[in-house]
């Protein structure tokens, strides 16, 4: 009896092969498998700090506990960073810090507070920073769900700073989502622009939170989930809950694959959603 490609016992030739793979990249396949949750993939947040108790309670009360959160505090005066107590300086990292646990509660979170009690981050923080937490804590995903204007990244030197730590992290395999901002494409937001040497991530909203898109906007590439779960501007749409949501996507594909590398990421995720076509079904946000 002639078998069609994807039947049992056939190798599909041609064309056939391709999109026979597709079909077994979709999102239900190799997304939502229960293994893919983050287990022994180190995140760190480039963030305002995290509340640790606060995200403790909830997925205790959830019945899902999660690793400690283990971090540090960056100042502009020192060069080795402050102890981490497990507070945060605003409620945002504390909102990007669930989405992180929420799509791939299994990760090793580690909170780089580069905001502290000033409220505010200096370039050469986050630079040291993004190297403290690829040569110390040696995460291979990195979220910063923030911006830095152009005119903040002047004389020119420092966006070169900034642009060098970004390439050196990629070179030594680590995966950086930077958000988009939210204002894109009027206004530049670094690091976002440093695209391809990290992801670029804008906001859409759709139904599933593992769902996202690739529609390259330059230098935007990825579309992902724009709203949070906890915090009090979580439900208001926003970049800075769409990194973190692609983040952990990237989280649930390295426990699957830990030897991944960032290009490989980049392309499966292109490929996912090909496969998926998520695209059509989600409402702009």
């Not at 400690?68 to 505090?73: K, R, T």
């Not at 979170?109 to 370039?123: H, I, M, N, T």
Request: charged share 25%.
């Amino acid at each position: 009896m002639q078998q069609t490609p994807g039947e049992p016992g056939q190798v599909p030739s041609g064309r056939a092969v391709f999109d026979h793979l597709l079909t077994l990249l979709t999102p239900e396949r190799l997304l939502k498998v229960s293994e893919a949750d983050g287990e022994g993939v180190k995140v760190c947040l480039l963030d305002s700090g995290v509340e640790r108790a606060v995200l403790e309670g909830k997925f205790r009360r959830s019945g899902h506990g999660i690793y400690p959160i283990e971090g540090a505090v960056f100042t502009p005066d020192r060069m080795e960073p402050l102890p981490y107590e497990g507070r945060q300086s605003t409620p945002h990292g504390t909102t990007v810090a669930d989405i992180i646990l929420t799509i791939a509660p299994r990760v090793r979170l580690y909170s780089a507070d580069v905001f502290g009690p000033r409220g505010s981050c200096e370039v050469e923080v986050l630079v040291r920073a993004l190297r403290w937490a690829v040569e110390v804590w040696q995460c291979k995903v990195v979220n910063l769900s923030l911006g830095v204007p152009e005119h903040r990244l002047q004389p020119i030197q420092r966006r070169y700073q900034l642009m060098r730590a970004v390439e050196e992290a990629y070179f030594k395999d680590v995966l950086i989502f930077a958000a988009a901002h939210n204002d894109h494409p009027l206004t530049r937001s670094y690091p976002a622009a440093f695209a391809p040497s990290l992801l670029s991530v804008d906001k859409r909203l759709f139904e599933d939170p593992l769902a996202f898109a690739y529609e390259l906007h330059e230098p935007i590439e990825f579309l992902a989930h724009g709203r949070g779960y906890l915090g009090p501007f979580a439900e208001e749409p926003a970049t800075s809950w769409a990194a973190p949501h692609l983040a952990g996507i990237a989280a649930r594909l390295l426990s699957l694959r830990p030897g991944l590398k960032p290009f490989e990421i980049k392309t499966l995720l292109y490929w996912i959603f090909q496969a998926g076509k998520k695209l059509p079904n989600a409402d702009r946000g």
